[in-house]
């Protein structure tokens, strides 16, 4: 989230080449965020599952467990999104990455999105149902503010792309990325995947049903 707060706010500055080379490094970094996450996520499993007496917190678990490994997706996508930008930007030279009211819209966008990545930490963390449900509403509507943003960034790219088109294929790398982020965090793909989940852990032999 802080990663694209950060990108939203330089990209309406003006960012530079030096600003998106930074942002790829920092983007590379999260991945040890991820790790570190992973390896406690792991400890802490082993550690029920050889517990016989350990009937509750499947649910827990799983929801904990497929946030990161959703989360872990997008720090990826935000690395190759990092990516495109940097790329543009050694074309552009001495220019911003964007301007004028494409960087605008961008920076609206990833206002958007750290706002959905935001909700979706709170979301998958919540342990009072109320709670919950207010994430998961700020959830959605971050995500349908993030989708008009990129309906209107593909409008301003296409007209870009028909000025300059040398740099189509950035144009697209950018909005292929935009998408599976905002596809990533999408509330309904992940209710889906833990329905499944649930499903095939009663049916294995001789794992006790989760109590919730």
């Known amino acids: 989230r802080a990663l694209l707060v950060r990108m939203s706010r330089e990209l309406e500055l003006g960012a530079s080449r030096d600003d998106a080379v930074r942002w790829l490094y920092e983007a590379r970094y999260l991945d040890n965020e991820i790790a570190s996450v992973d390896a406690e996520l792991t400890r802490a499993d082993e550690s029920m599952r050889f517990n016989p007496r350990v009937?509750?917190?499947?649910?827990?678990?799983?929801?904990?467990?497929?946030?990161?490994?959703?989360?872990?997706?997008?720090?990826?996508?935000?690395?190759?999104?990092?990516?495109?930008?940097?790329?543009?930007?050694?074309?552009?030279?001495?220019?911003?990455v964007y301007e004028g009211e494409v960087a605008g819209a961008l920076s609206e966008l990833f206002t958007h999105i750290a706002d959905a990545v935001d909700s979706f930490g709170r979301l998958i963390t919540a342990q009072v149902s109320s709670n919950a449900e207010v994430a998961e509403a700020q959830l959605a509507q971050a995500l349908a503010d993030g989708r008009a943003d990129r309906q209107r960034i593909a409008d301003l790219l296409r007209l870009e792309t028909e000025r300059q088109p040398d740099r189509w294929e950035l144009h697209g790398a950018l909005l292929a990325n935009v998408d599976r982020l905002l596809n990533?965090?999408?509330?309904?793909?992940?209710?889906?995947?833990?329905?499944?989940?649930?499903?095939?852990h009663r049916q294995e032999p001789g794992r006790p049903s989760p109590v919730y």
Request: proline share 2%; net charge negative.
């Open 55 to 96: 009937r509750e917190g499947l649910l827990t678990r799983l929801v904990l467990r497929s946030g990161l490994d959703t989360l872990e997706i997008c720090a990826v996508v935000l690395r190759t999104l990092s990516r495109s930008l940097t790329d543009l930007s050694h074309q552009r030279r001495s220019e911003p």
């Open 184 to 200: 990533e965090l999408d509330v309904e793909r992940r209710s889906q995947w833990l329905a499944e989940e649930l499903d095939r």
